[in-house]
């Protein structure tokens, strides 16, 4: 099976699990490569991503699609597989507390690990790998042998390997498969109107070379309000408009500069701006608690620089 995967999909099977735990510092490097870790995060993420790309392929979807798609998967793995939205421990650990609590929801943690998984997991994988196969870009990368292999392992075989994580009761659980189920409509729903219309072409007047840049602070602002909201006082719904305004103004900006229905040649402005927050913050994490964040760190500048050198066109 695997001499049939074309290079783009075995490329993804590794980018996806590499963007979605070790740039996080969820499992430092050295530790995603240890067989175990590595198959479990090759299923949950590599499959995830591959899957999304291939369907927003066949049907069509777009970018918008790609983008909502990305946020179902970061609903299926925090929500439904890994169950963390719903764990008072996870909450310590990651500094957010009780803040935001409904039910057993902790609504700001979902809202950070979805936008963080449709963002980076999905989105920055998919469009890396297009980015390292231009000629691939409009082909499929698996046949429908390996679509059904993937899905099998996605959403069978890696729930079934997760089943120690906290279980909340089930009306949280239908809650997340509901939003979920939402999502994925709203991918397929979103097709049939213009919105990738006002992308075609750049507005006039206006720089693309801002787009990098904006990537990155809306990724910097959303991050540090996040984690700022649980001490701030400020009631929960209120803070979630706050922390999700960067990413819709980010979203808004972005697509008024960008060009074509992956960005053209701006996804890399793209890329570069998110994943370079995520390189400052494992140069941050890596003195502090684990010294091999700096490979995390390394490998995605060699990456995005070798990227860089294949679009001399964007350096001008």
């Not at 989105?123 to 679509?147: D, H, N, T, Y």
């Not at 206006?206 to 984690?227: H, P, Q």
């Not at 803070?239 to 992956?262: E, M, N, Q």
Request: glycine share 8%; proline share 6%; hydrophobic share 55%.
């Amino acid at each position: 099976m695997l001499a049939k995967l074309k290079k783009p999909a075995v490329c993804i099977l590794l980018i996806a699990p590499f963007f979605g735990e070790s740039l996080s510092g969820a499992t430092p490097p050295l530790d995603l490569i240890l067989p175990w870790n590595l198959a479990l995060m090759v299923g949950l993420y590599g499959c995830g991503a591959l899957i999304c790309r291939e369907v927003v392929l066949k049907y069509k979807l777009g970018l918008v699609g790609l983008i909502v798609l990305g946020a179902a998967y970061g609903v299926w793995e925090e929500g439904l597989v890994d169950r963390y939205w719903y764990d008072p421990s996870f909450w310590d650990d990651q500094n957010i507390g009780a803040y935001s609590v409904v039910g057993q929801t902790n609504l700001l943690l979902a809202l950070l690990l979805t936008v963080f998984h449709s963002a980076v997991s999905i989105c920055c994988s998919v469009l890396v790998v297009e980015q390292i196969f231009p000629k691939r870009q409009a082909q499929p990368w698996i046949g429908r042998r390996g679509m059904i292999v993937a899905v099998v392992v996605f959403a069978v075989v890696v729930p079934l390997v997760c089943g120690e994580f906290y279980w909340p009761s089930a009306p949280n659980l239908v809650a997340a498969a509901l939003v979920m189920a939402g999502l994925v409509a709203v991918a397929f729903w979103q097709r049939r109107f213009a919105f990738k219309a006002r992308i075609e072409l750049p507005s006039p007047g206006r720089s693309r070379k801002a787009i990098g840049w904006i990537a990155f602070a809306a990724t910097l602002i959303f991050w540090f309000t996040v984690y700022g909201l649980p001490e701030s006082g400020i009631a929960w719904p209120v803070g979630l408009l706050i922390a999700a305004l960067p990413v819709v103004i980010a979203v808004w900006l972005i697509t008024r500069r960008a060009t074509g229905d992956r960005f053209g040649s701006d996804a890399l402005r793209v890329i570069t701006g998110i994943l370079g927050f995520f390189v400052l913050l494992d140069l941050f994490i890596a003195p502090l608690a684990r010294p091999d964040m700096l490979l995390s760190a390394l490998a995605v500048v060699l990456l995005l620089r070798w990227l860089w050198r294949q679009e001399p066109s964007l350096e001008s």
